[in-house]
């Protein structure tokens, strides 16, 4: 399939499928012309690579856990315990930007309450 279906069965633009050929994470075959042939392989790649950018991976962190990521039943599971061990880092970070965002949110509405006459 050219570069047109596979955008239109992923829900990708084609730009952004350029982009993750850019970025290593698809392989089309090229034709002597130049056109980019994509195979159901590719489907599925690119709904793994939009699962992980989901979960706020870059594209970089998901090159390198592409290789260690297998479908199981529709669910993207990951195989190597090194991997594992990266997403839990990734999540740690995550928790940890979500408590200070709280606490900045609790600082805004603070002032917001001090600011405003009771009533």
Known sequence: MRIGELARRTGVSERGLRYYEEQGLLRPERLP?????YT?????AVRRIRLLLAAGLSTAQI???LPCMVDEDELLQPTCSELV???AA???????AIGE??????NLNTLIARARPAG
């Open 40 to 44: 159901e392989l590719d489907v599925a």
């Open 101 to 106: 965002l709280a606490a900045t949110r609790d």
């Open 90 to 96: 990734h999540r740690d970070r995550i928790e940890e």
């Open 63 to 65: 090159a390198e856990a």
């Open 33 to 37: 012309s130049g056109y980019r042939v």
């Open 85 to 87: 061990d990266a997403l």
